[in-house]
């Protein structure tokens, strides 16, 4: 006879696995079955899966815009906005695969450069360079304070990445002809870069959400066609947590959101 419980290690399909059984009621046993991988092995594994899926999708999507361009060329016209979908859906799908394939690398610390000293107000300037054609169709200025120079230091590709993502979610929620107001100070030892447009605002609850993936919030509330993949803050909350940053956002008491991002700040005689 054995004594109850019994546990013992063996390996199935080649995983450890760590197994207990127990002794119940009559004839019957109770056998429970646990892996012994650790959870950064658990974690990289499903890290693996998300990019081989990633890169085995990309392939087919390419192709089905490829197909769309051709199709579009000889189906009837009463036939083209079938066309036209299907390329407007296969380019969503295709970017979802790309962000998803890049917060995966973000997660498994997989995106790092060297870390350099950035001027913020110089990164807040460039981000916004790059949307400026997107702000000027919607007559859309910046009114941008800082009293002084700050500095971080941080991966710099990465972080315009994270601003141009901020900066762009403020351009497309504010009305037409409004500003984006930008303020940028010192708080004790920190740096804070304040983000705040004047459109709807965020939903009750919506402050901690709308960083998660696939969050869409409720497209009834703007007129905005929400024709991302979802995952754009999510990913720039990323980037600054990698950064060793801090994001957070929350509504303005006169209307409109603010998002909040804290550094560490660095001497500018480094």
């Not at 601003?163 to 403020?170: A, K, Q, T």
């Not at 803050?233 to 303005?252: C, D, E, P, Q, Y």
Request: with cysteine.
């Amino acid at each position: 006879k054995k004594d109850f419980p019994i546990s013992l290690d063996c390996t199935i399909s080649g995983e450890p696995i760590s197994v207990n059984i127990v002794r119940a009621r009559k004839k019957n046993y109770l056998i429970l079955l646990e892996s012994k991988l650790s959870i950064e092995s658990i974690k990289k594994r499903q890290n693996q899966l998300i990019n081989d899926v990633s890169h085995e999708l990309k392939t087919p999507l390419t192709s089905l815009i490829l197909i769309g361009e051709r199709l579009e060329a000889v189906v009837s016209k009463k036939d083209r906005y079938l066309v036209k979908r299907l390329k407007k859906e296969s380019k969503r799908l295709r970017k979802m695969v790309e962000e998803t394939l890049e917060l995966s690398k973000l997660e498994s610390s997989e995106a790092f450069n060297k870390n350099k000293k950035i001027s913020i107000s110089d990164l807040i300037m460039e981000s916004w360079q790059t949307l400026k054609p997107l702000a000027e169709k919607k007559d859309i200025k910046i009114n941008l304070f800082i009293p002084t120079k700050y500095y971080i230091s941080g991966d710099i590709e990465k972080l315009k990445r994270a601003f141009i993502n901020i900066l762009d979610n403020s351009i497309r929620y504010s009305p037409v002809n409004e500003e984006i107001q930008i303020e940028i100070f010192k708080r004790d030892s920190s740096v804070v870069i304040r983000v705040r447009d004047k459109g709807i605002g965020l939903e009750e609850n919506e402050s901690n959400d709308i960083f998660s993936r696939f969050y869409r919030g409720d497209p009834s509330r703007t007129k905005f066609k929400k024709s991302g993949s979802g995952l754009g803050l999510s990913i720039t909350k990323k980037i600054i947590n990698n950064n060793k940053g801090f994001i957070k956002a929350f509504n303005h008491k006169d209307g409109g959101a603010i998002f909040e991002t804290i550094f560490p700040c660095i001497n500018t005689d480094l």
